[in-house]
């Protein structure tokens, strides 16, 4: 058990002896890995007896703890030895600029007084309004829990007819919680306090839990939604005899206490109690500990201010424009989780949809079936392929609108869609068919959600070349959509002046959703898919890639051109001259916030170092040795010459005195190495020219990372220690992005690596 304390902190000695696996400072040092950083704000009079108490709890897990102790600067311990509190106690000025991953805030024997009377309130507000930003969950016991309560949510504490004193039968009222996980139906949990808070006051607070309560004392454990706060009334940190000895000083201070319930054996003080409520305790702090800090908590410690910003990214908007992937409306089951999205936020009141896509790997898009059919050739055969393949596109609308729109003539339509087949040939039939799978899903849609269809036909408007002409198409589509809301809208389409459908290129519902929102001037544009965002990585490389919650325009733009799979420049455009942020968002995990992309996201700062790993195989690297050519023009635009006459595009560069060295792919040197090698000789009188392929380029993409020359000391530090060798180093002028390359071999296991260097701790 690894829980790392200031040396010499008492706790050692007595946890040592129970053979508790504390770790020094001195030993915790040599371990390369980040170690959980918590805080205790100990409030208790007997200051060593609950250090030691919750040590010997934290300690109970197989992470690395780092324990800080705080006392308040503005009361005095008067039960504590000083040296004791200046040797292992911080205060608060000392660790205001820290970031902590957990911290605890203890109880107090203060709670017969208002919350303001106590002398070190104000400083404990600071200190619980400054844990919002800098610590990533706070856990209040008893008094700690009411003050909790009383500052962040406005819940009250009342007074007791008498002191409640005893260990007490606990039940759960929540029992899918993380942090009861492996509770027994029934537990016990000390309690000792004169003071309690009403089950009513925490349910009228909707962001707040209850967890587990007790039939006699009452609510045991809250938590807010979010997770970041836990609130426990009770102490189950407590040693054997801790109640005992409460009880004891009470009976000597005259107090006349009552003998504290169901503990001492036959209710009997000069028995010895026994113990039933250690193993909870254990389980709820290693819970706490591992669902509560350790899952969730950024691996950059500083990313725990951002965690304040979340509200921001959630930044309420009244003005939605949604748009729908194909695999979001594949089936009639889908329809439903999208019909529940757009009714769960009055904001969205436009909609762009997609034709029902995939319904598992082996399944085709509706809209390639319809193209299918389109380019089927003239004549009997190709005749007989259209039936059938419009036929099978019949049999799918037929079987979601059976579900969602029953009302819905799918024969009619078909008649009228063959009808003007029939009447149509080469681009405008092709354009005409592709684009019926987007108008049947949206006039589903529309059926199902009860909202006005609109044919953006008569809205997006394509000049007689088949160009969107986008003057045209923003006023039309404001004009339209000026007075209606709640609308459903097909994508990918639109026409020329005389009614001629046209599509975008695949894909481009996604052009026609940023047209309408910046048409409407909406708040934010929803790009609602079947990945819960943009990924940090490649899924077919790196397991589960952690989502970016936030990056700008020039980032995305800088991973679409390394190699990731993003949103098209055409679909970003449109939204990025207006300035409306796109938030792209799974429609199977409709409660994650997915990732916002905004023009500028300094605001935002980085959650994560970096934003991003992308990259691709295929690249070779062409070496020139020559004295002084780093320092010649004239050779270095011969040879971008002559590459750009063969058609091969570099992808950089580096240049020293004598040497240059240019990144190219090498797909189309294929076999001709050595006649350009021969060529580059002699357009710059080269003396070695060296082309090697198997080359594979990775670009590791976050803002401003010019200032975070830590970025590229993670980046190499991490290849190093893997023996990966980098080919080259290279860092794009704007700092947005480090690329390398490193051996096509090497690929995969390097961006895992610089992955792992900068996800989450796991
Ligand atoms: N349905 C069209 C396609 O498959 C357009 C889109 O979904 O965005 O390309």
């Not at 203890?106 to 600071?126: Q, R, S």
Request: charged residues 25%; glycine residues 6%.
């Amino acid at each position: 058990m690894p829980i790392k304390v200031p040396n010499n902190l008492p706790a050692i000695d007595i946890l040592t002896r129970e053979n508790v696996f504390v770790m020094t400072d001195t030993r915790a040092m040599t371990q390369d890995i980040r170690p959980l950083k918590i805080l205790l704000l100990n409030l208790m009079p007997t200051k060593i007896a609950t250090e030691t108490q919750l040590t010997r709890l934290l300690g109970n897990t197989p992470l690395q703890i780092e324990l800080e102790l705080l006392q308040t600067a503005t009361h005095k311990a008067s039960h504590t030895s000083e040296e004791h509190m200046i040797s292992f106690y911080k205060t608060f000025d000392q660790v205001r600029e820290n970031n902590y991953d957990g911290m605890i805030i203890t109880g107090a024997p203060v709670e017969l007084m208002d919350f303001e009377e106590v002398d070190y309130w104000d400083e404990l507000c600071e200190i619980m309004e400054w844990t919002k930003s800098h610590v990533h969950s706070t856990f209040h016991i008893c008094w700690g829990a009411q003050a909790g309560l009383y500052y962040h949510y406005g819940i009250h504490k009342h007074l007791l007819p008498k002191k409640l004193s005893g260990v007490y039968k606990h039940h759960l009222d929540y029992k899918k919680g993380m942090l009861f996980r492996g509770f027994d139906d029934e537990f016990y949990v000390p309690h000792s306090r004169n003071t309690t808070v009403y089950r009513e006051d925490i349910e009228a607070i909707p962001e707040l839990k209850i967890l587990c309560s007790s039939d006699e004392a009452g609510v045991f454990c809250v938590k807010s939604e979010d997770d970041r706060q836990i609130f426990v009334t009770g102490h189950s940190e407590y040693d054997g005899d801790t109640l005992k000895n409460e009880y004891e000083r009470d009976v000597k201070a005259g107090l006349d206490p009552d003998v504290p319930e169901h503990y001492f054996p036959d209710d009997d003080p000069t028995k010895e109690p026994v113990v039933n409520w250690r193993s909870c305790a254990n389980l709820i702090y290693s819970n706490w500990l591992n669902y509560f800090v350790y899952q969730s908590t950024p691996y950059d410690i500083h990313a725990i201010q951002n965690e304040e910003l979340a509200p921001v990214l959630q930044r309420k908007s009244s003005l939605t424009a949604a748009k729908f992937g194909g695999t979001s409306l594949a089936d009639a089951e889908q329809f439903r989780k999208v019909r529940d999205i757009i009714k769960s936020d009055p904001a969205r009141k436009y909609v762009v949809v997609s034709a029902p896509g995939k319904r598992c790997d082996d399944d085709e898009k509706i809209t390639d079936l319809l193209i299918r059919a389109a380019k089927a050739p003239a004549g009997e055969e190709g005749r007989e392929e259209r039936d059938r393949l419009l036929a099978q596109v019949e049999k799918r609308i037929h079987d979601i609108a059976d579900i969602v729109a029953p009302e819905m003539d799918v024969e009619k339509i078909f008649v009228e869609i063959r009808e003007k087949a029939d009447s149509l040939e080469g681009c405008a039939l092709r354009d005409y068919l592709a684009s019926r799978g987007e108008y049947l899903s949206a006039r589903m849609l529309a059926e199902y959600t009860g909202w006005t269809f609109m044919d953006p036909a008569g809205m997006i408007r394509f000049d007689d070349e088949g160009r969107l002409d986008r003057t045209a198409t923003r006023a039309l589509l404001s004009s339209k959509l000026r007075n209606v809301e709640n609308v459903v809208i097909p994508g990918f389409y639109g026409a020329k002046e005389d009614g001629t459908i046209v599509t975008f290129s695949r894909g481009g519902s996604d052009i026609t959703g940023a047209l309408v929102a910046s048409a409407v001037k909406a708040d934010v544009y929803e790009n609602w898919t079947d990945v819960p965002g943009m990924l940090m990585a490649d899924p077919r490389i790196v397991k589960d890639p952690l989502t970016v919650p936030v990056i700008n325009y020039k980032e995305l733009r800088e991973l679409a051109l390394r190699g990731a799979n993003v949103l098209h420049e055409d679909a970003v455009a449109p939204v990025r001259r207006t300035g409306i942020p796109i938030n792209i968002r799974s429609t199977e995990q409709p409660e994650l916030n997915g990732t916002l992309i905004v023009q500028n996201a300094d605001f935002y700062d980085s959650v994560l170092d970096i934003s991003g790993i992308s990259g691709s195989k295929g690249y070779a690297s062409i070496a020139i040795d020559k004295e002084g050519i780093g320092r010649s023009s004239g050779a270095h635009q011969a040879l971008m010459d002559l590459l750009g006459s063969r058609g091969i595009q570099v992808a950089g560069e580096q240049i020293t005195t004598d040497s240059i060295s240019i990144e190219v792919e090498a797909r189309p040197l294929r076999d001709e190495i050595e006649e350009i090698s021969r060529e580059i000789q002699h357009v710059v009188d080269a003396d070695d020219v060296t082309i090697s392929s198997g080359l594979a380029t990775i670009a590791v993409v976050g803002r401003n990372m010019a200032d975070k020359s830590s970025v590229a000391v993670k980046v190499f530090e991490a290849l190093a220690n893997e023996h990966i060798s980098t080919r080259f180093v290279d860092h794009s002028a704007d700092s947005i992005s480090i690329q390398l390359g490193v051996s096509e071999s090497d690929y995969k296991k390097a961006i895992r690596t610089i992955y792992r260097q900068f996800s989450l701790i796991r």
